[in-house]
C-alpha cells in the first residue's frame, strides 16, 4: 500500500483525477465485459435444447417481447439471440479498445509531466543544493529513472486495477453459476500466483537495489569518460572505462532479465495446469449433469470466463513482480520530488535600481556542513561604473564574497545592499537580471556561436543585432567574421573544442553582456590562460571601463592593474584595501 501512495505523490491533483474518470471507466468496462461472458450460457443453452424457449420464465418473456419486432418463431429468435450476443462482445471489445487507448495515452503523457517537474524542481534549488549533487545522477532521474518508473509503476498499478476487477467480476459470476467449482478453480490459480509471488518479492526488491545502483554508475561514467576524452586519451585509461560500464551495464541487463523472467515463468506453469483443468472440469460437470449436451452451456461458460480469467491472472502478478522490482527507484525519486523546495511565487523580477553602490555590510558565511566560516565580518563598498578588484589565494573566501553579490548563497549573518536596498530571496531574481557572470571555465554547447552568446534564448527570439554588438565590445567580432566558415551561424563543436581558450573567455565575455548588464563579474575569467591572450581579454575588459560596474576575482595582482580600487581577502577576511599603488610591495 505505501508503493501505490508513493506512486500517487507522483502524480499532479488534476492527474489524480484523470486516474478516478480512468478507473470508472475501467468498470464500465468490465460490467459490460462480464455482461458478454455472461450472456453465452442462455445461447449456448438454448442452442443445445432450443425448447427452452418455451420452458424457461426468462427465455419465455424475451420471446414473447421480441414478438413486437416481427421475430415469429424459436429459429428466430436463436438467431437474434446470437446476433445480440455477438453485439455485445463487440461493444465490449469497441469499449475496451477505448478505454485501453485513453490508459496508455495517460501513462505516456505522465514521462512528460513527472520530468518536467523534477526539472522544474531540480532548476529551482538554491545553489548551495547543487554544491551537493551530481549532474549524472540528476540526468540518470530525469532520462532514465523517470521512464522505467513510469513504464514499471504507474502502467502496472493502473493494469492491476483493471484485471483485478475484470478477476474479481469473473469469479463473482461462476460464484453465482455453481459456487463450488468456482471456489476450486478461484484457490487453484489464485493461490499458485500468490505462493509465488510470497516467494520472489524480496528477491525482486534486492535485484532492484542492484540496477538502481548500477544505472547510476552507467551513467556517471559515460559522463566522465566523455567529459574528459583528452584526459582518458594521453592517459590511455579507454580499456578501464570500457571495462567499468561493461561491468555495469551487464549487471544492470541481469538484473532486468531476471525480473522479466520471474514475470513470465508461471504463465508457461500455470498453462499446462489449465489445461489440464480443463480437461478435469469436462468430466466434473458431465459427471453431474450425466451428459455433454446438459454440460455444454456451463463448460462454455467457464472456457470464454477462462480466456478473459487467465490472461488477468497474469496481468495482475506481472504488474505486482514490477512494481516489486522498481520499488528502490520508486523510493529515490519519491524522495528527491519531496524534498525538493517549490519555486517561489510572487518574486519580483523587476529590474532594481543600480546608479549609486553595492555594499556588503558585515557578511558571515558558513558552508551547509562544513565547521569553519568561510567569510567573517565582510564590509566592502563597490561605486557604480567603477572597476573593482578582489584578490586572494586559493580558499581564501572570494569567490564565495562574489556568490553573495550574485545572489547565489544567502549570509547567515549582515546584509547585501544595492543602492541602500537589501536583497532577499524576494527580490534576488530582479537583482540578479542586472548581473552578467564571466565564470573561469566557460560553459559553451554544441551549437552556433549565436546561440552560445544569447545562451538559454530560444533560437527564434535571438537578436542578430545584440549578439554582433556584444561580440564587437569583447574583441570577438574579427574572428568570427574573419576566420569562421558560416560566421555568427558556426557550430563550435561540444564544450567549444574548436576554439582556443581565449576564443572561449571571449564568447564568455559576449554572452555576459548579451543582456544589457549594470554589474560584470570575472570569476577568475583570466587565469587558466598565458599572458598573452590574457592581456587581449582584458582589452575587450577595459572597452567596458566606467560604462557599467565591474568586479573581477583574481589571484594575480596584474590582471588588475586598470581596477579603481582593489580588496584583499583572506582567510575569509578582508586585510586590506586600495588601489594597486597601495599593493606594490605585495608579490
Known sequence: METFKKLLFLLSSREQNQVSMLFLMILVMT????????????????????????????????????????????????????????????????????TTYIQVRFVQMREYSISKRLVEGYLHQPYTWFLNQNSADIGKTVLSEV??????????????????????????????????????????????????????????????????????????????????????????????????????????????????????????ILEIISFGGILLLMLFVMAQTGSLNNSLPILSLYIFAGYRLMPALQSIYDSLTKIAFISPSLNKL???????????????????????????????????????????????????????????????????????ILGLLEAQKGTLEVDGKIITQHNTKAWQRSIGYVPQQIFLSDNTISANIAFGVESKY??????????????????????????????????????????????????????????????????????????????AVNNLKKQITMIIITHRFNTLRNCDKIFKINKGEIINEGNLSDFNSIK
Not at 443445445?48 to 418455451?54: K, R, S
Not at 455477438?86 to 475496451?96: A, Q, R
Not at 528527491?336 to 529590474?351: H, S, T
Not at 565590445?473 to 557550430?491: G, H, M, R
Open 462 to 539: 535571438i537578436s542578430k543585432e545584440n549578439v554582433e554588438k556584444v561580440c564587437k565590445i569583447a574583441n570577438l567580432d574579427k574572428f568570427v567574421s574573419n576566420e569562421l566558415p558560416n560566421k555568427y551561424e558556426t557550430i563550435i563543436g561540444e564544450r567549444g573544442v574548436r576554439l582556443s581558450g581565449g576564443q572561449r573567455q571571449r564568447i564568455g565575455i559576449a554572452r555576459a553582456l548579451y543582456h544589457n548588464p549594470r554589474l560584470l563579474i570575472f570569476d577568475e575569467a583570466t587565469n587558466a590562460l598565458d599572458e598573452k591572450t590574457e592581456q587581449a581579454v582584458l582589452d
Open 147 to 268: 521512464g522505467y518508473i513510469i513504464g514499471n509503476g504507474i502502467r502496472p498499478s493502473i493494469d492491476l486495477v483493471a484485471k483485478s476487477v475484470i478477476s474479481i467480476s469473473l469469479i463473482v459470476l461462476l460464484i453465482i453459476v455453481d459456487p463450488e467449482l468456482a471456489f476450486v478453480v478461484g484457490i487453484l490459480l489464485g493461490g499458485a500466483y500468490s505462493l509465488i509471488f510470497y516467494f520472489i518479492h524480496n528477491y525482486l526488491n534486492k535485484i532492484g537495489i542492484e540496477r538502481l545502483k548500477n544505472n547510476k554508475l552507467r551513467y556517471l561514467i559515460v559522463n566522465e569518460a566523455f567529459g574528459a576524452s583528452k584526459e582518458v586519451k594521453v592517459s590511455g585509461t579507454e580499456q578501464s572505462y570500457i571495462n567499468q560500464f561493461s561491468t555495469a551495464a551487464k549487471t544492470l541487463a541481469k538484473t532486468q532479465a531476471y525480473s522479466a523472467v520471474i514475470g513470465l515463468l508461471p504463465r508457461y
Open 334 to 404: 519519491y524522495y528527491d520530488l519531496k524534498q525538493l523546495q517549490p519555486p517561489k511565487k510572487n518574486m519580483n523580477i523587476k529590474l532594481i535600481s543600480f546608479n549609486k553602490a553595492i555594499t556588503l555590510k558585515n557578511i558571515y558565511y558558513k558552508y551547509p556542513n562544513t565547521t569553519l566560516s568561510s567569510l567573517k565580518n565582510i564590509s566592502l563598498n563597490i561605486k557604480a561604473k567603477s572597476t573593482v578588484g578582489i584578490v586572494g589565494t586559493t580558499g581564501s573566501g572570494k569567490t564565495t564574497t562574489v556568490d553573495i
Open 31 to 98: 460490467l459490460i465485459d462480464v455482461l458478454g461472458i455472461a450472456s453465452i450460457l442462455p445461447f449456448i443453452a438454448v442452442l443445445t435444447n432450443i425448447n427452452l424457449i418455451e420452458t424457461n420464465y426468462i427465455l419465455s418473456s424475451m420471446f414473447q417481447f421480441s414478438k413486437k419486432f416481427g421475430i415469429e418463431n424459436n429459429q428466430q429468435f436463436l438467431f437474434t439471440l446470437g446476433v445480440l450476443v455477438f453485439l455485445l462482445l463487440v461493444s465490449s471489445i469497441i469499449f475496451k479498445a477505448l
